[in-house]
C-alpha cells in the first residue's frame, strides 16, 4: 500500500507520521531557511500512488501565503484551497519535475519540498 511505504520512509528520515483518510500522511517540518526559517509547519502528503508518482505538491499547515491559485511563478501562485486533508490546510500546486529519473523514495521528495521554502 503506498501510505506504508511513505509512512515507513518518513519514519526511517527520523519524522513521525499522520496518517490521514484518503491516502495522505503528515509529519511536522521545521522550515530550514527562507522567510519561514526556523516556523515549524505541519505538511501533508497526497501518497496515494507513491512511490511511483509523487505527491502533486505539498499541503501546509498553518496558511503561509496569500491565496492565489493563478498559474504563475513560485512562491507567489498556485496556492489553493482545498479543504484536503483538512480546511486548516493550504495546498501548494508544486509538481516534482522529473520524477521519473529519480530513486522514487521519501528522502528525493523531502529534498525537493525543502527547496519550496528557499525564499524571501
Not at 527520523?14 to 522550515?31: A, C, D, Q, R, W
Amino acid at each position: 500500500m503506498a501510505a506504508d511505504t511513505a509512512v515507513k520512509e518518513l519514519r526511517e528520515l527520523k519524522y513521525e507520521p499522520i496518517l490521514y483518510p484518503n491516502g495522505f500522511v503528515g509529519f511536522k517540518y521545521t522550515i530550514p531557511h527562507g522567510r519561514f526559517r526556523n516556523q515549524e509547519v505541519e505538511i501533508a502528503l497526497e501518497v496515494k500512488q507513491f512511490p511511483d508518482i509523487p505527491p502533486p505538491g505539498p499541503y501546509i499547515k498553518p496558511f503561509l501565503l496569500p491565496i492565489k491559485p493563478e498559474h504563475g511563478a513560485h512562491p507567489d501562485y498556485g496556492i489553493h484551497i482545498r479543504n484536503k486533508p483538512t480546511a486548516e490546510f493550504q495546498y501548494w500546486s508544486r509538481p516534482f519535475p522529473e520524477w521519473d529519473k529519480t530513486d522514487k523514495n521519501m528522502q528525493v521528495y523531502l529534498a525537493f519540498l525543502r527547496t519550496l521554502f528557499d525564499f524571501e
